[in-house]
Structure formats: C-alpha cells, structure tokens
C-alpha cells in the first residue's frame, strides 16, 4: 500500500488481515491522468475487498468488510450484492441485518441499493410461497418467523421513512413490493393511502401507489367493477374540492374514467364546478385541470368544439400561459379533428383524441 498510508492503515496491520495480498485500482499507476481522489481508507479497504472477492471468500471477516466500506460509500451496488451472497452463504442473523438497514436507511435515505438489499433480505426470511426449494436455497437462522410480525415492522419502518420524506421514491418502491410479495392489497393497505393523502393531497407518490392498491392485484377488476370505482371516484372528488388546482386527483380521476371505458362527459357537471364557462371572460374557473378536461369532454361531443376552443384559448391566454405553445398545438389538433369525422358515441379516449397528452 501507498507508503503515506500506512500510519492510518486498519486492515495492514490487523493479523486478521495478514493473509491477503491487497489489489489496488488498476487505473491509478505512478502518474493517473485523472485520479479519483478516495480516502486512503477507503482506497484500502476496497483493495482488501478485491482480493477477497476474487477468492469468492465468504466469511464473518469480509462481512465485517463489506459493513466499512458500505458505510464510506453506501451507493457501492458491487459491494451490496457481495454482502448479501456472503449474508446467505455464512447462514448469518439476517434480523440483525434488518436492524442495522434500519439505521443506514434514516442516514441515507435516497439511496435505493439499500431498499434493494432490504428486498434480498426480507425475500430470503419469507421467500414467496410461489418459489421453488431450489430458489430459496438452504436453511437459514429464522427459517421459522412470524410472518405477521415481521409485515407489521417493515411496514411501520416504511411508515417512520415516510415521516422524514413522504416523497421518497425509493421508499414508495419498496412499499409495492411489500404489497406484492405478502399480498397486502386488503389488509389495511387503502386505508394507509388515504391517510397518506388526506396528510398531503399533493402527494402524488401516494396517489399512485394508491392507483396500485386498487387496480394491480392479478385478477382483479379494479375500478372496472362498479362499487369500487364508485368508492374512488367519490374519493377524488372530495380530495379534489380541497385542492381544486392539485393535478394529482385529476389525473387519477381520468385514469378511472379510462380503465372502466367510461366517457370523460361523466364528469362533466362536476368539472363545470371548478371552470363554468357561463360568463363571457371565464372569471369563473378555479381549475385549469377542470378546464383542460372540459376541453376533452367538448371536443368529441358533437356542436360543441366552440367550447372546446374557448377553453383551450382560456388556458393558453389566462390560467396556463407558461405553456401557450403546447395549448396552441392542441388547438391546431383540435381543428383537423374537427374534419376527421371522429365518432362522437365512442369514449373520448377511444377516438385517438389528439386534444389530450395526459395519461394516467
């Protein structure tokens, strides 16, 4: 190792350490064009961890290792993924392993290799019922968890993540895969969405996990059966009057009216609540979301495209003007279908409906 290093050194002089002949970056040499400037600490541990993984070394010390050098450089996915194959291969205490995730979770929360190795983890303690033994390799400490207690810890875990950044993509991620693997679509799972929503309705992250819960399970309708797209469009709508200029539940609500193949014109009256045209300079409009989608609704109902332009010139002129250019070309689009002969009857999102660009 490099001589200036040595006083500092944790691993040269440690006995434990005594058989490894340490591997340097090969691209440093006597005269580096660009060297990368790492710490002599880390410039050594990760020597030691190229020699260790070259001999598929897989032991108490090189777990020990790969903690160090997770801690200086926690995006290191090579090192996470050696750390796990080490964790399975040593039959170590994975709940410990969950413990200190915990902790290295909360320092550095968007770092999704992190939530990934949470994912090996919890995979291995409850392997999906689906795998086969071959998959799920050899007995393990904690073969024989309560898999109800450990669902109730990673979710609250999740919960206390969200308390720090509600937003959080890499923690949302994870949240659906908990949904996934243990099945948790209606056991509890709506109503942590709504919670969630109800603390930030600008919250788009929960909204869509939301959209998940509601319309991911395989086999399920979502909101193509009735009661529940009743359930969800009354939600919206409420979310909606409390913040009539949030996207978010606008979104979500033509996201509903597209997957049931219901017309946009459903909501019409609705809409006309937030953006009524009835005046002639539009002071009525609380919501260029109603607006936009009174732009649609218009559009492909026969002897109505005057209402359609009217509120695209609204969004272009007055309540959207930041994208003039992009309501401009809606109304270009607007014109040529107005000679497309597009079938009125069908849903607006069935009639290649160049009006819109929003999807769910």
Known sequence: MPDHAEDEAKYY???????IEPIQQADQGPNPLAAIAYTDEYAEAMA???TVMARDEKSERVLRLTKDVIEMNPAHYTVWLY???VL????ADLHKELEWLNETASQYQKNYQIWHHRQLIVSRLCPDPASSAATRGPPFPGAGIDVDSLVAK??????SMFDKDAKNYHVWSYRQWLVRHFGLWDKGELEFTEASIEKDV?????WNHRWYVVNGKEGSEGVKEEKVREREIAFTKRQIRLAPQNQSPWNYLRGILRKANL???TVQDFCIE???LSKPEGDDVFSSHALDLLADIYAVDEGRNEQAKRCLLLLKDKYDPIRANYWQYRLEMLDKEMGSGIDSHLPEHETRNLTSAVSV
Do not use: G, I, K
């Open 274 to 276: 937030f953006a009524d």
């Open 263 to 265: 017309r946009f014109s």
């Open 88 to 91: 399975f291969a040593t039959h």
């Open 154 to 159: 990673e979710t609250s875990f999740v919960a």
């Open 83 to 85: 750390r796990a194959q």
């Open 202 to 206: 600008r919250n788009n992250s929960a």
């Open 13 to 19: 002089d440690d006995p434990e350490w005594a058989d």
């Open 48 to 50: 030691y961890l190229r």
